[in-house]
């Protein structure tokens, strides 16, 4: 009698992947919330303290979505 | 009686397609803050300092979210 | 009595798949920094030296992300 | 007794998918850098020769990670 | 007693999905490639010439890399 069941060795947990993709929109988003305050300061370099106020509130709400994706695998028991 | 159920002979962690992910994002965006700021050093070269230190913190908030996805591996426990 | 369960013949590691994505974005990245130096030196030559430099701190920066995905299959056991 | 499980009839490895994932990114990226260069050319003709340089190099690091999209399959024993 | 369990009759390679991954890229690249030469023929038409050039060189780069997705299934074994 034989009976082998390799079913796959893959390890580790899908809580990853989820991150991975949580992690990707916040990302490019920062890049987009940066590149444009640089490209605001470089025309007008007097503003630039406003600007960056506005760009890190950019930051703080778009990285939030990324830890988020840390958090849900805590939330959905991961 | 035969039963061999060979399911998939794929070996290796989740953890690095998680990482994978992760790091599509990050990388974009970095591509796009350190093009602004070429762009910016380029239409106003007297500005290039504070245009780079600019540069350097978007490079860290966006790469951060790159190395927190080899992090999630160890907090998942993958 | 017969059971011979083939569920998928695929071969090779998973890792493989996390270097692919870990691609995507770095060279997107790269593609916009050196898009941009083109960009700026078409506009303003005399200051190409100086472009270049930020050039390749930026796909030092984004190239990185690419090369750890290869790291990080040994990081996590693959 | 009939107990046949046919799942799914896929041979192959799944190195040609982490592949396929590694050349979406540097295709984009080559295109951006082709893209730019002919808009600078078209904006500066007399740059073409330093543009193509820049393009050359640009093209260089971005088609490598694809390549080395294909190492990675040998790296990781496909 | 008849217990006959099929589950999904999916058959043929996983390399097609790699092809099909590998032409997201290059068809995107092409599109900016080509654009960018109508637009800036569009602007200097006396430079169509050079700038067709360009975009055979560009077509030639990012084509190349779709093409390779689909050797990469002899490479590997599919």
């Known amino acids: 009698m034989e009976s082998t069941t390799v079913l796959a060795e893959i390890t580790g947990s899908i809580a990853t992947v989820g991150y991975g993709l949580a992690a990707i929109g916040p990302a490019i988003g920062v890049g987009i919330v940066v590149g444009k305050t640089i490209e605001g ?23 939030a979505l990324a830890f988020i994706g840390i958090a849900t695998a805590f939330i959905f028991g991961a």
Chains 1, 2, 3, 4, 5 share one sequence.
């Open 41 to 63: 300061v470089a025309r007008q370099p007097e503003l630039a303290g406003r600007l960056q106020v506005l760009m890190y509130i950019g930051i703080a709400f778009t990285e």
